[in-house]
């Protein structure tokens, strides 16, 4: 299979998935290892594992660095950018259609209602989300604390956002670096007793 | 100026989510409500709720909308690219240095704190949303004004039904969306 043929796959399997994959991220996930590991035996199962692995650990939108991870490891920087653009472009085109006959939302009560309702559904989405990852996330007490904490900033506060995110990057690094500050400390002058 | 204001403002959003998707949400609100006062609190809850009914990353999405929203399609352009950049460019030296990154231990630490951060913000996005419909008023003004604050049955109840339909029965996302808007609708004619 020669390269430009491989892009257009990647492209032409990125932008179906994109399309169909409602909530976006780790819901493509199934998806791309039937196409690319079962179907097609361009990755392996440790690829598939990897990809998550960094994934996760990146900014951004979930779907892109899949997609970028995946395209270049099968057809290096062109296949992450068509992979990349498969991605984005079905939300993109379905979007602004949408916008086009969509300015006002809440026009008048019926639709304020029907709103309302989706709200209240997506809360409910979203706090299922949230206690999954509280699950995986929270594996110790200053793990815990940080979560708390943010909410509480967040809700009754109205901390910034990246402010709670660059706290949460600080308090991991000191919890993860000061210890072995003071233990070099101790070797040096051993506490009184 | 307002497109370069738009590139710059989705693209500093990316760089801070962690997590994707509904950790982006109390992002896109501090930025375009809270500081930038591009929308309202109601126009933001729609579109995001609008994000969430279309298929597709529900982060592209929004910013898609928000982006049309303020500035015509060169809006939506510029607010998706913002979006897509960092993601871009930092995934691809990830994918470059793999392995180096995998087994970094500065990155592992880091993150040790940043997931943690993600799971309050998270958890914020649920008050968000439950404050213009579960709840008469939004939670914070229990603090200030205790009296005003209640909930509103409909938003309870269809809040519950999710809650059971999606974690018991395993209803899957466009039928829940379906039934809530039909359950809005239907409930306020009561």
Request: hydrophobic content about 60%; charged content about 10%.
């Amino acid at each position: 299979m020669n390269s430009l043929s491989k892009n257009l796959t990647l492209f032409r399997v990125f932008f179906s998935i994109s399309a169909v994959a409602l909530g976006g991220g780790l819901t493509m996930l199934p998806i791309m290892s039937k196409e690319f590991v079962e179907k097609r035996g361009w990755l392996s199962d440790n690829d598939m594992l990897d990809t998550v692995a960094v994934m996760q650990s990146l900014p951004g939108i979930i779907s892109i660095n899949m997609a970028v991870l995946i395209g270049y490891r099968v057809a290096g920087i062109t296949g992450a950018l068509f992979s990349a653009l498969g991605v984005i472009l079905p939300p993109f085109v379905a979007i602004i259609l949408l916008a086009m006959f969509l300015t006002k939302l809440d026009d008048n009560e019926t639709i304020s209602h029907i709103f309302l309702g989706v709200r209240a559904a997506v809360a409910a989405m979203i706090l299922l989300s949230a206690i999954k990852l509280a699950k995986q996330a929270l594996k110790n007490r200053l793990a815990e604390a940080i979560a708390i904490f943010g909410f509480i900033a967040m809700v009754f506060f109205e901390m910034n956002a990246i402010l709670l995110v660059v706290i949460g990057a600080l308090v991991g690094l000191s919890a993860a670096y000061l210890p072995l500050l003071f233990k070099s400390s101790e070797t040096e002058e051993p506490p009184a007793k | 100026m307002k497109i370069l204001l738009l590139y710059s403002l989705f693209a500093k959003i990316s760089l801070f989510t962690f997590g994707g998707g509904y950790a982006m949400i109390p992002l896109f609100q501090d930025e375009l409500v809270t500081k930038g006062q591009f929308l309202n609190e109601a126009e933001f809850a729609n579109m995001v709720a609008l994000a969430q009914v279309t298929p597709g990353p529900i982060g592209l999405n929004a910013a898609t909308f928000i982006g049309y929203s303020q500035a015509g399609f060169l809006g939506s352009l510029a607010a998706t690219l913002g979006l897509a950049t960092p993601s871009f460019l930092l995934t691809m030296l990830a994918a470059i240095f793999l392995h180096k990154f995998k087994e970094s231990a500065l990155m592992k630490n880091l993150l040790s704190g940043i997931r943690p951060a993600v799971v309050g913000l998270i958890a914020a996005a649920v008050v968000f949303f439950a404050n213009t419909s579960v709840f008469s008023a939004p939670l914070n003004s229990l603090w200030t004004q205790g009296r005003q604050f209640g909930l509103c049955w409909q938003g309870v109840l269809i809040f519950v039904l999710t809650l059971f339909l999606q974690k018991k029965l395993k209803v899957n996302m466009f039928g829940i969306l379906f039934l809530s808007a039909l359950l809005g609708w239907l409930l306020f004619l009561v």
